[in-house]
Nanobody
Framework: QVQLAESGGDLVQPGESLRLSCVIS????????LGWYRQAPGKQREMVAE???????NYADAVAGRFTIFRVTAHNSLYLTMNDLKPEDTAIYYC??????????WGQGTQVTVSS
């Protein structure tokens, strides 16, 4: 089993930056991909950014050019740097791990609120 724990969510003003962290533990060798998802009130959960074991990345159109996903293997951690935050980025952000042998693993989420 893979366990994920997010942190770093906060209340920020439009235009500011934030970095989210996700600590990964458990069956790390079973991980096929990692990603950040978000869910705003009244909306479905959506993919924000993904990274694969080879280093390839994919971003949602709404965040491309503003957000950066990266993994520090030595720290067993996944990060999401978010720049030029907008009110529409307000959501609960979740860390997700795709696995080879089991279903996806999810963290508990961290709240990001962008408001003036």
């Amino acid at each position: 089993q893979v366990q994920l724990a997010e942190s770093g969510g906060d209340l920020v003003q439009p235009g500011e930056s934030l970095r989210l962290s996700c600590v990964i533990s458990g069956s790390i060798s079973d991980i096929s991909s990692l990603g950040w998802y978000r869910q705003a009130p009244g909306k479905q959960r959506e993919m924000v950014a993904e990274i694969w074991s080879g280093g390839g990345t994919n971003y949602a159109d709404a965040v491309a050019g503003r957000f950066t996903i990266f993994r520090v293997t030595a720290h067993n951690s996944l990060y999401l740097t978010m720049n030029d935050l907008k009110p529409e980025d307000t959501a609960i952000y979740y860390c997700r791990a795709g696995t080879f042998r089991n279903g996806p693993a999810w963290g508990q989420g961290t709240q990001v609120t962008v408001s003036s």
